[in-house]
């Protein structure tokens, strides 16, 4: 298992690293074994490092005592974006922050800092539009400097210095990026390669109900064939994760899912609640299994901490969502630098997704994830016989009123809809609530 489990911070900064629950927040972030966690220089939402370097370097303190390392990601700046003194200006504003953090906190702590350089550039909306060209200039500028300020900390280890973060959610070619980005940049200067998928971006209700522009895509279909088809895209996490790896063959370059959810989109009456209940819970896992069998180095779900909104994880006040404490169930089951393997698909049960992983210790554990609404009984040994080894089971389905069920385990194991069941004789050694 080389996967790394990691989030996006945004809205929620303040109660993460400030807040009067920011310590329940980084002790769910550290159950779910959070390694990485991406913050926005330059965004709005965030604190300037200029004008509020007490704030952002708060909000950067508050990831190194979550147990994680920050990605620290700069972007954008108004166009022009071939503008010879707007990007000499942008690189200086990155050099600075660099320099301030390795003044503050060290270089032999900022060495193992990741580095990210914009954010959806082929998004118009988001990242500006911006053409290859204009972003591989920016980028290697940027990464220049970068490599001025950490390079001497680095022990002649590689920097983490990565993107283009690209939007991969129904964009033609964006892995036109990540292939030019490999073979146009020094490779000193490419850690890791940064791509997002969604499921989805339309509403979950009519879009007339809501006023919007669909720039010309249809309405998405209603209720249950709605939730259907955005179940049906978590297989596309394994092919885009595998697609890049094979980009990235004999590179020393990371595999990065930089931001995944089920609907992109930060209000509830637009998703109504799928990112966050127990469909939700459902997608995120049965996403995670299908990014560890693509090879993905690292996924970082938008986002960790919401603000009353339809993305965060966990709330303002550290209450989990589903999703949260399906998540907290497979950081703690299925962990970095186990061992796994992936029971065949039986046809009979099509909607299982299913990972085994263990450690050097006692601990086995079998993840079933249900993704559809129908009830459905497994015999978890068929899938694996070293699963006779486990003797409880930990369940979190539609039936379980926003909680996780520990039982013993008897020859089936019941999900009800959409849900995630764990079959392991770790049972005693989790954290539930």
């Not at 913050?39 to 190194?64: C, E, N, Y």
């Not at 089971?393 to 764990?422: F, M, Q, W």
Request: some cysteine.
């Amino acid at each position: 298992m080389q996967m790394r489990y990691g989030f996006n911070e945004i809205n929620g900064w303040w109660h993460m690293s400030l807040g009067p629950h920011a310590a329940e927040i980084r002790r769910r972030l550290r159950l779910m074994d959070t390694r990485v966690i991406r913050v926005f220089v330059f965004d709005p939402q965030v604190p300037s490092p200029f004008k509020d370097w007490h704030l952002f370097a708060g909000l950067l303190q508050g990831v190194l005592d979550a147990g994680a390392v920050p990605m620290i990601t700069f972007a954008k700046f108004e166009p022009a974006f071939d503008s010879p003194r707007n990007v000499a200006s942008f690189v200086e504003r990155c050099r600075e922050v660099v320099w301030s953090c390795v003044e503050v906190w060290g270089g032999a702590v900022v060495k193992d800092w990741h580095w990210c350089i914009w954010n959806e550039p082929n998004n118009r909306i988001i990242g500006g539009d911006l053409t290859f060209a204009h972003y591989r200039a920016i980028y290697d500028e940027v990464a220049s400097a970068i490599l001025d300020e950490i390079e001497p900390h680095l022990g002649g280890r590689k920097a983490m210095i990565g993107g283009p973060s690209i939007d991969g959610t129904h964009r033609p070619y964006w892995m036109d990026w990540i292939a030019r980005l490999l073979d146009e940049v020094d490779a000193a200067k490419v850690g890791f390669v940064n791509w997002h998928r969604y499921a989805d971006w339309r509403p979950a209700v009519p879009s007339s109900s809501l006023g919007l522009e669909m720039w010309g895509s249809p309405d998405a279909p209603d209720g249950a064939m709605f939730e259907a088809l955005l179940m049906a895209q978590t297989p596309g996490y394994e092919s885009s994760a595998r697609g890049v790896a094979r980009l990235l063959q004999e590179r020393d370059v990371l595999n990065v899912c930089g931001e995944l959810n089920t609907i992109a989109h930060h209000e509830n009456y637009y998703t109504l609640g799928l990112n966050q209940n127990i469909f939700g819970a459902a997608y995120y896992a049965s996403a995670l299994i299908h990014l560890i069998r693509g090879g993905a180095d690292l996924e970082m779900r938008w986002t960790a901490t919401g603000h009353d909104d339809a993305y965060g994880l966990i709330s303002k006040t550290a209450e989990p969502t589903v999703a949260a404490l399906a998540k907290q169930l497979f950081a703690q089951h299925v962990r970095t630098g186990d061992w796994i393997s992936f029971p065949s698909t039986r046809p009979e049960l099509p909607a299982i997704d299913a990972i085994v992983a263990w450690g050097d210790g006692p601990r086995l554990s079998g993840v079933l994830v249900n993704t559809s609404n129908k009830t459905v009984v497994i015999d978890a040994c068929e899938w694996d016989s070293r699963l006779t080894r486990c003797d409880e089971v930990l369940i979190l389905d539609a039936g379980c009123n926003g909680r996780i069920r520990r039982l013993p385990l008897e020859r089936h194991v019941t999900i009800s809809g959409y849900g995630i069941a764990v079959v392991t004789s770790a049972a005693c050694d989790t954290v539930l609530d």
